[in-house]
């Protein structure tokens, strides 16, 4: 295999056609249902913190380029962190894990398994991470492999924990140490900065409440992109790998209430949204309020400013291209979301700040002390620059509003299935219980009134947010498409 960086004292990675069959079995990859190629694997470095009889934890980076133009010249190449648990010998307890088995010149046969289901291989991570803690500054800096583990103060970890791997692993994988703390290995990853670091560091900085604590972080510096003549990364020259933040340990997961909810409301039919057990409506409110609160501190401790309506327009329109092309059902609504898109061009200077990005009840936690927002990382189709730039706060209160009119749909899926005849009452509480919660919701975050400028631009980014759902629900979950597909129709419709 190729490899542009002179590090041979790392274990050979395994070959190029071995990551595009893993990539194709993950549920994080982004790139499923586009023709790619893997162009190259670099090898980052090894996990320091390994023990004698311990694996070796290679980290491996694949570049995947995409065969279509679908996305533009930008976004036909991406790069995933692969972290691989090299043992010599077969490990019964992950056989379900081994990704390939392969000869390395001076180490004979490996075995190299998905790291995040190997305990000893976690617990490389997070004594890494605790020696940090004791580093100046709290910054362990690997030589070797140019990773840099950074800790924040304030927590001492537990190292007797055990890791668990989160089984609904999203865009990137996260792995619980007990109950004392979550780590993200981030999948996708790019030069610069990464946006749930850099906002969990800001929050947890300040002591935000609404947010888990941040422990710390990993970077990488890459040899190739170091200034010339200096151990100084270059401009775009560091990648952070992963983050450690606080374990929510009461923590539910708002989706999931959500759908319990519904499903309450489902089983009494008869009963208005308001009466059933399990009523949103209190919940919604404290989101609506959490949400107001995160915003306040991104608007007090990152930069804002203002852009023009024709901008934020410009900026949506020019993804339905692109939308249009992988998701042709689209098409047929192209006039209408255009002719939203224009009432935004009408509006003059809008307010921006920095913002959640892609906010929905999966990213939101109740635990006993309140809800907390999680995963700032932006829509994970975005290119870095764009998720960092400053956006209208509606955009938040356009992906929650999107999230309480999936749910009662996501319901009905299966509820259909055994209950058929109970279409059009369901359809009707499922319209009640959607509204009811979204009221709650925008009353608690923007008080009873509404101008009818902020109106406009919610509703484009609903219809924005749909579109951008119709394209990842095609890529991801293709049964689920018509939910996403059945809002743009209404947006046209209204
Ligand atoms: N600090 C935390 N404590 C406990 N669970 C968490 C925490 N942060 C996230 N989670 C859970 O992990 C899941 C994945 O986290 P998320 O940040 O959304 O990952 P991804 O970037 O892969 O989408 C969330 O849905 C949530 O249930
Ligand atoms: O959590 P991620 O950053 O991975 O976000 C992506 O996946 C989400 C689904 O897991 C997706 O959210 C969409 O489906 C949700 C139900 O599963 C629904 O509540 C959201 O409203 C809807 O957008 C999200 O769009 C995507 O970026």
Redesign the pocket.
Known sequence: MTDPTSTPDLPVAPDREVFVDYLGRTRWFGGKGRPFTVSDVRRVGTVPGAVADGPVVLLCLVEVTYDDVVAGADDRVEHYQVPLALYPEPQQRIEHALVATWQDPDRGLLHGYDALHDREAMACWLRSFDRAAGEVGGNLVDGASSLAFHRLAGHDLDLDTHSTLFSGE??NSSVAFGEDALMKVFRKVTPGVNPDVQVHEVLSRVGSTDVAALYGWVDWVDPEQREEGTDRPGPGGVMQLAMLQQFLRTASDG?DLALASVRDLYREPDLHASEAGGDFAGEATRLGHTLRAVHDLLAEHFPTGSASGADLAATMSGRLPAALAAAPGLEAHRGALEALFEQVRALGEVPVQRVHG?L????TLRTALGWKIV?F?G???KPLHERLLPDSPWRDVA?ML??F???PR?VERTWAEDDPDGVELRTRKAAEWANRSKNHFLVAYAGEHISPEHRTLLHAYIAD?AV??TV??TR?RPT?VDI?LRAVAEIGAS
């Open positions: 999203q865009s989706w892609d929905h009840l999966g990213q995963d990382e829509e994970p189709a992906g999107r999230s009119d999936y749910a996501v947010k951008y759902e990842y629900e991801n689920w996403p």
